[in-house]
């Protein structure tokens, strides 16, 4: 069974800190996106990252930085975190091409910046 | 650029009844069409794609969508509702000639089935 997993479910962490988001995929996929979930806005893309050491801004990476030393991890930093970063964080996966492009995703962490 | 429009919050039907959440999409060249569904508290779980070939698509519990080129629409329909299907869809969409294949989501519908 395929499997995307986010390190925490729920965070709280204080304004100033620097919060580390982790994502590890068993499927050897090389496409990794974040994306944040907010109501009435659906999901935005934050950052993507098409291989290991690559990535491409979304349409909303201010505030935010990411990591991808292997293939099945993607880090996603928040540098100072602030209260309007309090959101749903979910991490996916898919494959590069080919018709079976679906992107597979995390449970989500839902964090809260005080 | 490409997007994706959901244009219902919410839809409300009653257990047994056919229903319909629609979708349209504005995207160059062909596109990767995607409904995902996510219930309380939980990520995404994939439903159905259409990426060519027959314009109605089939997948997971019972859900298909058309594809419909000259609407830009992909509704995503299911012939008898449950009241377990109560939960929040997402269409989305990626242009494959895009620089790194961005997936774009609609801002969700909430479907509320009753019993």
């Known amino acids: 069974d395929v499997k995307v997993t986010q390190s925490s479910r729920y965070l709280v962490k204080r304004t100033g800190e620097k919060v580390f988001l982790e994502c590890v995929q068993d499927m050897d996929h090389e496409n990794m996106f974040w994306y944040r979930q907010d109501p009435g806005l659906g999901l935005r893309l934050i950052y993507f990252?098409?291989?290991?050491?690559?990535?491409e801004k979304g349409d909303i990476p201010e505030g935010y930085s990411v990591s991808r030393e292997k293939k099945e991890r993607f880090s996603l930093i928040l540098e100072s975190a602030s209260t309007n970063q309090t959101s749903m964080y979910l991490c996916?996966?898919?494959?590069?091409?080919?018709?079976?492009?679906?992107?597979?995703f995390g449970q989500g962490t839902r964090l809260t910046v005080v | 650029a490409q997007s994706v429009a959901q244009p219902e919050d919410q839809v409300n039907v009653a257990e047994g009844n056919p229903l319909t959440v629609k979708c349209t999409y504005s995207v160059s060249g062909n596109p990767y069409l995607f409904w995902y569904v996510q219930y309380p508290n939980r990520g995404l779980q994939f439903l159905l794609k259409?990426?060519?070939?027959?314009?109605l698509v089939k997948g997971s519990y019972g859900f298909e969508a058309e594809f419909n080129k000259s609407q830009t629409s992909f509704h995503l329909k299911k012939p008898s509702a449950l009241v377990s299907d109560s939960a929040l869809y997402f269409c989305?969409?990626?242009?494959?000639?895009?620089?790194?294949?961005?997936?774009?989501f609609g801002t969700g519908t909430r479907l509320l089935v009753s019993p």
């Open positions: 259409y990426i060519t070939g027959d314009n």
């Open positions: 996916a996966s898919s494959l590069r091409g080919g018709m079976n492009t679906e992107a597979f």
């Open positions: 990252s098409y291989d290991v050491k690559m990535k």
């Open positions: 989305a969409v990626r242009a494959p000639n895009t620089g790194f294949q961005k997936l774009v």
